[in-house]
């Protein structure tokens, strides 16, 4: 379906002189793919990045006449930064000036398919892909220039788009296009600049969408005013899996503005004219509804039986333990085994998910700030019994979202209502208390650690089970779309699936990158999910690394190590190594005066996915005895993300994820009855504010020039959370494994 | 029909009394920059500015708000001629997602009106009520600081001047107006506005760049 319908757009626009250049949709298999993975085409697998996925040349740049540049990514610009640094990496190798230069991104009629915007995946394959698509179409315009000069194209070079002679001579870019045939595979090199030689590459670009966001431009998704626009609310079911009984749904009808009440089994939704109307309409909707609730949810103060009740699938990841081991460490040496958790946490958007759908003459098409326009048009396509080139999916930017938030949802929601209104596009918005209540949540995890010293200090065994549901229920299936599972006829949801190492879900980072002579590293999958999830940034690898680098601690503790010099006995890594000891100089780790009587100090690392960025965090803490509260007096971040597009935004994404973690560590959790999520709101669930945060935050760049990109947008989570739970356990010589670290925690622990 | 006074300028609004000013300024008045965030008063995306004083759109009626003088981030400056609140923003690049930044600079902006020499002690405690998921707050403190900067030094001809980072952090903000480093935009293409317009031909919507 998708072979057909590029077939029919590729078109060549007479007249104008120029080759539109076409852009090619990849065949791609539906199949619900890992979190932002890659999925090569058959015969692509050594091309970079996400030309593996769609090799043509054209499906990501194209050069019209009057040598403007549109570059198309199938990734989306989530608050990121990513459409500034994918226009730097193309202005850059293809030589491109700054204003002559578009970026498409994330739209089923026109980019390609890059799956989901996740993962920390953007830089490393779209980033890459436009990389080398670029230095390739350069490539080919010198070719085509020295062909008309009748000179080796040796003697040429590129500049501000145009191929200049050594006479001096300029030919533009869109002077040759015409003649070239750009519908070509990519090769698997590319003559890619020296980084000695960026002037667009490795420098703070400010960002793009910036201006829009500063000064009431439209920006959002939620700022879409359609010609003839009627508004929407969905009136969701006050608990998991409850049964719209009856609403009164006439009376509602008659109220002013109103132009539909739609019901679809337990899918209840309003139409009015303006939006306030359909907000009072969904309240009366509400109060009029009557549900059939059962208790579905679990106890949510009993966590860790929780977890440990739930049937699993076991998968040991690693078994490197010799037997002799598996029993008694030797030698009498120290030996540790404690547990860690963490709870749900929201994703907590602060724009509630919001959609614009319409649809006309049997076709959909939906805005949406889905991080998978594909996915979510296969879903609701699906949904809906449409043909998938039937509907049109169109990446807009909402507010952050942090992973699978409702805005695949919002999309279904307003997918629904568009059909039952045709010709008229539809703003549906949630409220924040469907926000609150029916995001999916990032799972709730334990891990339990069990480790010893030989008689030098060095890890001997190391024993590591982490237990989780899945972290990715995305759309693919119309299943996954919240709507669907309430309709008359109901999509079932899908059977959750681990994702696969070496990305892993709730394994994710669950295989430290330190050396362990002697490990056992077990994934305990939950495939019963009480509580609606899915991703939230860094999937597992937040948590995992939060008990892995605790742990560190603790055996540091044991061995009367210093944490840094802990770690860096048993990492041989040298990139590893480097991020390590820049962030202990970038804090000044050495200097700092000893932890206690509550001032403390904490350090972590990791390498995201053990295959993305490193980063290595630490943190200064106060904890007053009083209150149990927390105070970050100052962070320190290094980081290695491989050759750099944009520093600022390498700095920008880490001092947010940095405060964003410290954020999940001290105050984050959804609350539950047996019944209902009862945390629906900024005042059940608790955010950091400005009072929260730290004096002052610092973030070092190790330059890597040549290297590949390495995803960054994660890697921060599980370090800043491991380095703020040691500073804690420093400041007051308790050691608090189950997160958040509340005022009630830590005043608990420090009364033992 | 409800007179409010929005920006400088009189508008008859026609809608219940009890909608709240929010919906007015978005759907009435097409102005983007107050966000829905919450509907509660709890997270400050929405804040304005009422008789110069911060308040929260999505929860004041529209009946409270006759004969007041009304002014969101709209009305404060525009990217050819941006306020200092607006060009300090973008200076420090003290954004991520961006749904909480008008609110935050709306908020800042009362502060700085009535008090540009407020220490970051209290630029911290007068943020309190708005909300950020992104982790910008540092950048934002840093805005906040050097918008003042700039108020003190007679914005605008003092942009090169206002380099004071404050007492917020110490990581280096991006390429500033008048550096050394190279940069593919000039000064004067970045604070070009965004030619998006959401509200025309979706469909052919190329989303151009600068």
Redesign the interface.
């Given at each position: 379906m998708s072979t057909a319908r590029t077939l029919s757009r590729r078109t060549v626009i007479k007249g104008t002189g120029a080759l539109v250049l076409s852009f090619s949709l990849s065949p791609s298999s539906w199949s619900r793919e890992a979190e932002g993975a890659a999925q090569p085409q058959t015969g692509t697998a050594s091309l970079p990045g996400s030309l593996r996925r769609d090799p043509l040349l054209d499906a990501w740049i194209r050069i019209d006449a009057g040598g403007r540049v549109?570059a198309f990514t199938g990734k989306a610009e989530?608050?990121?930064?990513i459409?500034t640094a994918l226009?730097?990496v193309v202005?850059e190798e293809l030589d491109v000036?700054?204003?002559h230069?578009?970026?498409?991104?994330a739209d089923t009629d026109r980019t390609p398919n890059e799956g989901y915007t996740a993962g920390s995946h953007s830089v490393q394959d779209s980033g890459t892909a436009l990389r080398n698509a670029s230095a390739q179409v350069r490539a080919i315009l010198i070719v085509e220039a020295a062909r008309r000069l009748s000179l080796p194209p040796e003697q040429l070079h590129t500049e501000s788009g145009a191929v200049i002679a050594p006479s001096g001579s300029r030919l533009l870019y869109g002077d040759l296009v015409a003649s070239i045939s750009w519908h070509v595979q990519a090769q698997p090199v590319s003559q890619l600049k020296d980084p000695g030689r960026f002037?667009?590459m490795n420098?703070?670009?400010?960002?793009?969408?910036?201006?829009?966001?500063?000064?009431?431009?439209?920006?959002?998704v939620?700022?879409?005013?359609?010609p003839g626009m009627l508004h929407a609310r969905v009136v969701r079911p006050p608990s998991y899996g409850a049964k719209l009984l009856d609403a009164d749904i006439k009376d509602v009808e008659s109220m002013p503005g109103v132009m539909k009440v739609v019901r679809n089994g337990s899918f209840l939704a309003v139409v009015t004219q303006?939006?306030?109307q359909a907000?009072k309409a969904m309240q009366v909707l509400a109060r009029s509804a009557r549900w059939s609730e059962s208790a579905t949810l679990p106890v949510e103060s009993d966590l860790r039986p929780l977890l440990l009740g739930l049937p699993s699938r076991d998968e040991v990841i690693v078994d490197t333990l010799a037997s002799s081991h598996s029993q008694a460490p030797a030698d009498g040496s120290v030996k540790l085994e404690v547990t860690y958790s963490r709870p749900y946490i929201a994703h907590?958007?602060?724009?509630?998910s919001c959609a614009v759908a319409k649809f006309t003459d049997g076709a959909l098409?939906v805005?949406s700030h889905t991080q998978g326009v594909y996915p979510d048009r296969q879903a609701i396509a699906e949904m809906l019994h449409l043909a998938p080139d039937k509907v049109r999916c169109?990446h807009?930017?909402?507010?952050?979202c942090?992973g699978h938030n409702g805005a695949d949802d919002a999309a279904a929601d307003a997918a629904l209502l568009a059909v039952a209104i045709p010709e008229r596009p539809i703003r549906l918005?949630w409220?924040?208390e469907q926000e609150h209540a029916w995001e999916p949540f990032g799972p709730a995890m334990l891990a339990r650690a069990r480790g010893s010293l030989d008689s030098s200090g060095r890890i001997d065994t190391w024993e590591y089970g982490v237990w989780s549901n899945t972290h990715s229920m995305r759309p693919g299936p119309a299943g996954a779309l919240l709507a669907a599972q309430y309709l008359a006829q109901p999509f079932p949801v899908p059977d959750p699936q681990p994702l696969p190492l070496p990305e892993g879900g709730g394994d994710r980072n669950a295989i430290p990158l330190y050396c362990l002579p002697h490990a056992r590293i077990v994934h305990h999958f939950l495939p019963d999910m009480p509580v609606r999830i899915s991703a939230l940034r860094s999937l597992g690898a937040h948590m995992n690394i939060f008990a892995i680098e605790s742990f560190m601690d603790e055996l540091a503790l044991a061995a009367r190590a210093d944490p840094v010099e802990f770690r860096l006995r048993q990492l041989d890594d040298p990139r590893g190594r480097d991020v390590l000891s820049a962030a202990a100089d970038e804090f000044h780790w050495a200097a700092r005066p000893a932890g206690g009587n509550g001032q403390g100090f904490g350090f972590a690392f990791a390498r995201y996915k053990n295959l993305a960025a490193y980063c290595a965090i630490a943190v200064q803490v106060e904890v007053n005895p009083g209150t149990g509260r927390v105070r970050v007096v100052r962070a320190a971040a290094a980081v290695d993300a491989g050759e750099v597009i944009n520093p600022?935004g390498i700095?920008?994404?880490i001092?947010?994820?940095?405060?964003?973690s410290?954020?999940w560590t001290l105050f984050e959790q959804v609350r539950f009855d047996r019944r209902r999520i009862t945390s629906v709101?900024?005042?059940t669930y608790p955010?950091?504010?400005?009072?929260s945060?730290?004096?002052?935050?610092?973030?070092r760049i190790l330059e890597r020039p040549g290297e590949p990109f390495l995803g960054c947008g994660e890697v921060a989570q599980g370090p800043a959370s491991a380095a703020l739970a040691n500073a804690v356990a420093n400041a007051t010589g308790k050691r608090i494994r189950d997160l958040p670290l509340s005022p009630q925690r830590i005043k608990a622990a420090l009364a033992t | 029909m409800i007179d409010l006074t929005v920006n400088g300028q009189t508008h008859g609004i026609d809608a219940d009394p009890d909608t709240p000013l929010l919906y007015v300024l978005r759907e009435d008045l097409q102005l983007n920059a107050a966000k829905f965030g919450c509907g509660l008063g709890q997270c400050g995306a929405c804040t304005v500015l009422v008789d110069g004083a911060p308040a929260l759109a999505c929860v004041i009626p529209i009946m409270l708000l006759a004969g007041k003088q009304i002014t969101t981030l709209e009305g404060i400056g525009t990217l050819e001629d941006p306020a200092p609140i607006q060009q300090a923003f973008m200076e420090e690049q003290a954004a991520q997602c961006g749904f909480c930044i008008a609110g935050m600079m709306m908020r800042a902006q009362a502060l700085l009106q009535a008090n540009p020499r407020a220490s970051d002690a209290e630029i911290r405690a007068h943020l309190q009520p708005n909300l950020c998921r992104c982790g910008t707050h540092l950048r934002i403190l840093r805005a906040v600081h050097r918008a003042a900067a700039l108020i003190l030094s007679g914005h605008p001809a003092a942009t090169h001047a206002a380099g004071a980072s404050g007492q917020a952090g110490g990581a280096a903000g991006p390429d500033r107006h008048g550096s050394d480093g190279p940069s593919p935009a000039a000064p004067e293409d970045r604070l070009r506005p965004d030619d998006r317009d959401l509200s025309r031909h979706p469909q052919q919507r190329e989303r151009p760049e600068r």
């Open positions: 549109t989530l608050g990121q930064g459409r226009l730097q202005a000036p700054w204003g230069l578009t970026l498409v991104s002037s667009v420098h703070p670009v400010p960002r793009v969408d910036i201006p829009a966001k500063v000064s009431g431009g439209a920006a959002y939620q700022d879409m005013r359609l303006r939006e306030f907000v907590g958007s602060i724009g509630p098409t805005w169109i807009v930017e909402g507010s952050g942090y918005q409220m924040r600022d700095r920008n994404q001092e947010g994820a940095l405060v964003q410290l954020s709101d900024w005042a955010i950091l504010r400005f009072g945060v730290p004096d002052s935050m610092t973030v | -």
